[in-house]
């Protein structure tokens, strides 16, 4: 997915607040990560499906960032 889909998509949950909006990347096929928007934080929490590892991000490029280099490893 292009960074700026990726953004856009992220721009979306955070707009979208008040709702349980929850986003899920595939990598080979399979769930790999999540990522939500956390209204009471303002901040996105990438969760990695397989360890449920979470990393929080302050703002939209960060987890842009984060995601985008996750699919690439």
């Known amino acids: 997915m292009p960074l700026d ?3 856009n998509m992220l721009r979306t949950l955070e707009y979208y607040c ?3 909006i929850t986003q899920t990347f595939s990598k080979d096929y399979r769930q790999f990560l999540s990522v939500c ?3 009471s934080s303002k901040c996105f929490e990438v969760t990695y499906v ?3 590892v979470k990393e929080i991000f ?3 490029e960060s987890a842009a ?3 985008e280099k ?3 490893n």
């Open 50 to 52: 397989e360890t449920l």
């Open 65 to 67: 960032a984060a995601i």
């Open 70 to 72: 996750a699919l690439k």
């Open 37 to 39: 928007y956390q209204k």
């Open 18 to 20: 008040d709702t349980q």
């Open 58 to 60: 302050p703002d939209v």
């Open 5 to 7: 889909h990726t953004k």
